[in-house]
T-cell receptor
Framework: DAGVTQSPTHLIKTRGQHVTLRCSPI?????VSWYQQVLGQGPQFIFQ???????GRGNFPDRFSARQFPNYSSELNVNALLLGDSALYLC?????????????FGSGTQLSVL | KQEVTQIPAALSVPEGENLVLNCSFT??????LQWFRQDPGKGLTSLLL?????REQTSGRLNASLDKSSGRSTLYIAASQPGDSATYLC???????????FGKGTMLLVSP
């Protein structure tokens, strides 16, 4: 079975641009979470979706938004990119809402903002 | 606000050594604690999950313990191997269930 897949794997953008990151959860998983990992730090929670509804939001500005589709895949959108948005963006999936069970992470999208 | 601290930040050991990684958290009202492994530039692999009612979990050469009252967890790796070289991250889930709060990780290097 395929694991969590994220696309693209790498992305280079310039300040002020917009970016869309995509995530496909493991088959049968209905919950998707997004995390941002800056170099040398632990991942920081951005959003969690379950059954297409937002179930949690981290301390990120409104430039960050996300949605979940009927097939449970998800997109993370970031507007007006800043240099500080450069990071590894991780998507995780689980069968149930929240983090009460093991999360399965994708390999991430490495975003560089120049 | 929950804070997770991992000590040491980096560790270098020769192959075959047993080692202990430490994790502490400030709010003991957790739902579970999870240990992850991360290879450079890659995603996270879940190693062990300990429910708040449990004291330890074991998987192969890995053993994780949890002392919720003192806000501490340890990851014990027996007979370390070069393939164990990676960053190990500890994360806790609060009563709201929705998020993991991570530490900064311990970077482990096991030399042959």
């Amino acid at each position: 079975d395929a694991g969590v897949t994220q696309s693209p794997t790498h992305l280079i953008k310039t300040r002020g641009q917009h970016v869309t990151l995509r995530c496909s959860p493991i088959s049968g998983h209905k919950s998707v979470s997004w995390y941002q990992q800056v170099l040398g730090q632990g991942p920081q929670f951005i959003f969690q979706y379950y059954e297409k509804e937002e179930r949690g939001r981290g301390n990120f500005p409104d430039r960050f938004s996300a949605r979940q589709f009927p097939n449970y895949s998800s997109e993370l959108n970031v507007n007006a990119l800043l240099l500080g948005d450069s990071a590894l963006y991780l998507c995780a999936s689980s069968q149930i809402s929240g983090s009460r069970e093991k999360l399965f992470f994708g390999s991430g999208t490495q975003l560089s903002v120049l | 606000k929950q804070e997770v601290t991992q000590i040491p930040a980096a560790l270098s050991v020769p192959e075959g050594e047993n080692l202990v990684l430490n994790c502490s958290f400030t709010d003991s009202a957790i739902y579970n604690l999870q240990w992850f492994r991360q290879d450079p530039g890659k995603g996270l692999t879940s190693l062990l999950l300990i429910q708040s009612s449990q004291r330890e979990q074991t998987s192969g050469r890995l053993n994780a313990s949890l002392d919720k009252s003192s806000g501490r967890s340890t990851l014990y790796i027996a007979a370390s191997q070069p393939g164990d070289s990676a960053t190990y991250l500890c994360a806790v889930v609060g009563s709201g269930y929705s998020t993991l709060t991570f530490g900064k990780g311990t970077m482990l290097l096991v030399s042959p």
